[in-house]
């Protein structure tokens, strides 16, 4: 078994609920990165990215009272997020608006710090972008530095098939290099 995160919050249980919306905030702000890297992954603009955050934010939100305090929160928050990229992309030509229920303040997570244009970093979001959802899931997951056993989890696959379809990416991104 992996060591369990220890999170500076307590438990959800032992909170009330109107603590759960700056607990919330605090753990979304901490990892808000997660939020757009998968939203440049499943997206083609920066209108659809950002609304691809917001319904991520609304799908963590709707989710949060079932999340364990004894999972490590970003592992938690990539399931939920890439779950909800891979169903944004399947429906993209029927896309139903809908607005997050509760305090409007959770939609409003700061953007990340923008990042001077990189050739091969443009070049290796263009390979990601023509990968099948699933296989952009685990090369997002691994290069965030995530071990096989953590994609593995958040997949719901095995380590061994982490292993096969990582090594099985990295040869079609050689051929194209």
């Not at 808000?32 to 939100?61: C, F, G, N, P």
């Not at 928050?77 to 305090?103: C, F, H, K, Q």
């Not at 995530?146 to 099985?168: D, L, P, Q, W």
Request: glycine share 4%; proline share 7%; with cysteine.
């Amino acid at each position: 078994m992996g060591k369990r995160h220890q999170h500076p919050c307590p438990p959800l249980d032992s909170v009330s609920s109107s603590d759960a919306t700056p607990r919330f905030l605090a753990l979304l702000d901490e990892h808000r990165r997660i939020l757009y890297k998968v939203a440049r992954a499943y997206t083609r603009s920066d209108t659809d990215r950002e609304d691809l955050v917001q319904e991520i934010i609304a799908q963590l939100w709707r989710a949060f009272p079932g999340w364990d305090p004894a999972r490590r929160f970003s592992t938690w928050m990539y399931r939920i997020a890439l779950n909800t990229g891979i169903s944004w992309r399947r429906g993209e030509s029927r896309r139903e608006r809908r607005v997050a229920p509760g305090d409007p303040t959770l939609l409003d997570v700061a953007a990340p710090e923008p990042v001077e244009p990189d050739e091969r970093l443009t070049r290796l979001h263009g390979f990601i972008a023509e990968l099948p959802e699933t296989d952009r899931a685990l090369v997002l997951l691994h290069l965030d530095g995530h071990r096989h056993e953590v994609i593995a989890e958040v997949m719901g696959i095995s380590e061994s098939n982490v292993a096969t379809r990582m090594h099985r990416i990295k040869q079609r991104l050689r051929a194209k290099v």
